[in-house]
């Protein structure tokens, strides 16, 4: 009988001895692969939010790191940058050439600061997602979970999600070529720079089928979303909804 990746995954987990341990409440989840596809349309190739937004679902850095990517590092289409948290050495990442064309606009269109490859922070780039185009997704996007003993509600999609998507789909990757979820979990764990294994299984490995890990497959292998761009007045843009998307 055919093994599923699930149940490897949990098994393996089983395995860590703190795996059974009070975890920490992540109140993100992995972005399944259809609802960036839907928030692509409604953004146009080059804009300001959508580019910063596919080069954190490219490489599954964080958002903190967007600030650490320099363009004397993008050599070609191999992007390397140094991570956060304290990690050391660097990171490389391959760009599908696709993306690299519409950097090029994005970066010709808007004002970047010289030596950084995007003009907006982390933190810039949420708000600007959270006012300017949340509003327009569907209702998935709209939800939020109750985190207890915080009076928190933060939205359950977040951009953070896009590096658990990318981990997750890393690991599914490495499973299916050597079969094993150490291995595997080794490879996902070295490519994102954590620390420890236990880091990556706990806090970025999702369901599969949430978050659609076949979709991302191809996407990070360089295949093109296959999108159809929304009309503006789909958003009210010119019936009185928000501005600025």
């Known amino acids: 009988m055919k093994e599923d990746f699930r149940d490897s995954k949990v098994n393996f987990y089983k395995q860590i001895p703190a795996y059974n341990t ?4 992540d109140d993100a989840t992995g972005i399944p692969y259809s609802s960036f596809k839907e928030l692509l349309a409604v953004l146009p190739p080059g804009h300001n939010i959508r580019v910063p937004i596919i ?12 600030n650490r990517m ?3 590092h993008l050599h070609g289409n191999a992007l390397y940058w140094k991570p956060g948290k304290n990690q050391r050495g660097w990171r490389r990442e391959t760009l599908p050439l696709w993306f690299v064309k519409e ?5 010709n269109r808007y004002r970047v600061p010289i030596g950084s490859i995007i003009g907006c922070s982390g933190q810039g780039l949420r708000r600007m997602f959270n006012h300017k185009t949340r509003g327009f997704l569907g209702p998935d996007w709209q939800i939020k ?9 933060p939205h359950v999609l977040q951009l953070k999600g896009f590096r658990k998507s990318f981990a997750t789909t890393i690991f599914w990757r490495e499973y299916r070529k050597w079969r094993d979820a150490g291995v595997a979990l080794e490879f996902a764990s070295k490519r ?4 420890t294994k236990g880091m990556t299984a706990h806090h ?3 369901e599969f089928d949430h978050v659609e890990v076949e979709g991302w497959d191809q996407f990070l ?11 503006l007045p789909d958003f009210g843009l010119e019936t009185g909804g928000r501005r600025g998307l």
């Open 22 to 25: 009070p975890k920490v409440i």
């Open 55 to 66: 080069l954190l679902a490219l490489t599954g850095c964080r958002l903190c790191e967007l």
């Open 70 to 72: 320099k363009s004397g």
């Open 103 to 107: 950097l090029d606009e994005y970066r």
């Open 145 to 153: 979970a109750s985190v207890p003993f915080s009076g928190l509600r």
């Open 192 to 195: 994102l720079r954590h620390s």
């Open 204 to 206: 970025y490995l999702k």
């Open 221 to 231: 292998n360089g295949e093109k979303a296959l999108l159809v761009q929304a009309r």
